[in-house]
C-alpha cells in the first residue's frame, strides 16, 4: 500500500535551518506529483511547495526563496529545505502524493492529494 513518512522536523532558533525528508513506497513515485503542506496550531494546512515529475516547481508567497523542494527518483525521496526559518514557519509538515497527476496545479488544492504522511514538528524559536 501507498506510505509516506517524513523525517527530519525538529527545534531550531530563527535563521536556521532544517531538512526534510519523505519517504515513498507503494506506487509508482516517479510518475506523480508531490508536495508538501503545514499546519500550523489554530490554522487550516496550507500548501507549501510542490514538484511534478519534469521538475517544475510551485511555492507559496511565503516561503519563496528560502524554501527548497526536490525530488530523487531512484530513492523514491521528496526533499524541502528550510533555510532563514522564522517563528512563524512553525507547524506540523506534511507530504503528499497525487497519484492522478504527473503534473501539479499552482493552487495546490488539497483535495488533489489522495495520500498523507503522519507529519513532522518543525519550531522555530525567535
Known amino acids: 500500500q501507498v506510505q509516506l513518512v517524513e523525517s527530519g522536523g525538529g527545534s531550531v532558533q530563527a535563521g536556521g535551518t532544517l531538512r526534510l525528508s519523505c519517504a515513498a513506497s507503494?506506487?509508482?513515485?516517479?510518475?506523480?506529483?508531490m508536495a508538501w503542506f503545514r499546519q500550523a496550531p489554530g490554522k487550516e494546512r496550507e500548501g507549501v511547495a510542490s514538484?511534478?515529475?519534469?521538475?517544475?516547481?510551485n511555492y507559496a508567497d511565503s516561503v519563496k526563496g528560502r524554501f527548497t523542494i526536490s525530488r530523487d527518483n531512484a530513492k523514491n525521496t521528496l526533499y524541502l529545505q528550510l533555510n532563514s526559518l522564522k517563528p512563524e514557519d512553525t507547524a506540523i509538515y506534511s507530504c503528499?502524493?497525487?497519484?492522478?497527476?504527473?503534473?501539479?496545479?499552482?493552487?495546490?488544492?488539497?483535495?488533489?492529494?489522495?495520500?498523507w504522511g503522519q507529519g513532522t514538528q518543525v519550531t522555530v524559536s525567535s
Open positions: 503528499a502524493a497525487d497519484l492522478r497527476r504527473s503534473w501539479c496545479r499552482k493552487s495546490l488544492p488539497e483535495t488533489d492529494f489522495g495520500y
Open positions: 514538484v511534478d515529475v519534469y521538475g517544475n516547481t
Open positions: 507503494g506506487y509508482s513515485y516517479s510518475s506523480s506529483c
